[in-house]
């Protein structure tokens, strides 16, 4: 089955996702309107097939990760979404159907974040399948959530659990590992379907010092925050927050926790306040039903140290992965 043309496409599979300030599609460029006292904050992420997900993975879950992973930049700002940009480049071999999928998961997961889609481009390509999405949003003015903020005292803050995403990716390859079949789902899950903590972002403006998501890898992504603020952060691994799925890899012993630590893709927030908002943050995190944990602290000196589950201090690389 070959595709249909790109206005085809456009007309069968993505106008009906447009929003109102998407003009229907139909005109050059869309139209966003602004709360007064608000700035607009812009994201970006490209993914690639076989860079960033499997060529085979479902088409529905490709697209609603694609935009999650922009929502999750926008909550870790703490911004409120307000739609989204999408370019697809469509290789030979993507049929009607892979497209009808897409466009389903997108229509999911624009009822689930109350958004839009307000524009974008398709195109045809000799090359691997590559989705763009742009997520805006708006965040009070002056208000934003940023990395640069953190201070020599305030406590390293995580939200959910972390480490899920790289395994579910590692069951995703076809790694063996130890688990019962549900076990196993809730980690495929987390890896093809990131929750963007937009509610938590939304909370922590005025509370965190400073905040960002983890894609990289917890580690990596603390030793941004450090960089930003000019500081350094000391972290107990064993106060790193795991689901209980991945709790049994750990204590099959195939999984460390550095693993853990190092991971990437989990779309949790990590961020950093002071010890006087601790039980606000308590309260917050009863009010999301959403775990919120201490792993560490912010030091002067710059670095970030990971104390491993026998006390021994392994100094990781400033934003670099290191494995240990
Ligand atoms: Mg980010």
Known sequence: ????GEFELIRR??????GPGSLKLTDDAA???????????ATTDTVIAGVHFLADDPPDLIARKALRVNLSDLASMGAEPLGYLLVTALPAGIDENWVAQFSRGLAQDQAEFSISLLGGDTAFTPGPLSLTITALGQVERGK????????????????GTIGDSAFGLKLAKGEPLTLSPSEKSSLLDRYRLPQPRLGLGRRLIGVASAAMDVSD?????LGHICQASRVGALVEAAKLPVSPALRSVLEAGEASLVEVA????DYELLFTAPAAVELLLGRIATELALPLTAVGEIRREPGVI???????????GPGGYRHF
């Open 217 to 221: 890898g917890f580690a990596a992504d």
């Open 144 to 159: 934003a959530l940023l990395r640069s903020g953190a201070k020599p005292g305030d406590r390293v803050y995580l939200s």
């Open 262 to 265: 190092t991971g990437g893709d």
């Open 13 to 18: 599979y993505f106008a009906p996702l447009a």
């Open 31 to 41: 139209v966003v309107d602004l709360q007064p006292g608000r700035s607009l904050v």
């Open 306 to 316: 990971v104390l491993d589950q026998n006390g021994r201090a392994v100094e990781l």
């Open 1 to 4: 089955m070959s595709l249909p």
